[in-house]
């Protein structure tokens, strides 16, 4: 069984700071990518950005220059850094990993943590 669990939401106000981080543990053979996802009231989940193995990134626009995704691959962790929050940044934001364990390759995801941006 894999399981993904995240950590580092909170409240924050605009123009300040916020790092995440996702662990990936179980019977993990491989991971290909991990990325962050974001649910804002109302909205639909979105991508925030993504990772790959060999280290490429993709970040939706609305992020560009303000956070950035990294990856420890000898743990199993992602992190997304971010920085200059906006209010429009609130959602609770979701860890994914696609990853080969001993049934096959799936899709993960964690529980969810929230982010608050607001005075």
């Known amino acids: 069984q894999v399981q993904l669990v995240e950590a580092g939401g909170g409240l924050v106000q605009p123009g300040g700071s916020l790092r995440l981080s996702c662990a990936a543990s179980?019977?993990?053979?491989?991971?290909?990518?991990m990325g962050w996802y974001r649910q804002a009231p109302g909205k639909q989940r979105e991508l925030v950005a993504v990772?790959?193995?060999?280290?490429?990134?993709n970040y939706v626009d609305s992020v560009k220059g303000r956070f950035t995704i990294s990856r420890d691959n000898a743990n199993n962790t992602v992190y997304l850094q971010m920085n200059s929050l906006k209010p429009e940044d609130t959602a609770v934001y979701y860890c994914?990993?696609?990853?080969?364990?001993?049934?096959?390759?799936?899709?993960?995801w964690g529980q969810g943590t929230q982010v608050t941006v607001s005075s």
């Open positions: 994914n990993a696609y990853i080969r364990s001993r049934v096959g390759w799936n899709d993960y």
């Open positions: 990772i790959t193995s060999g280290g490429s990134t």
């Open positions: 179980g019977s993990i053979v491989s991971i290909y990518a």
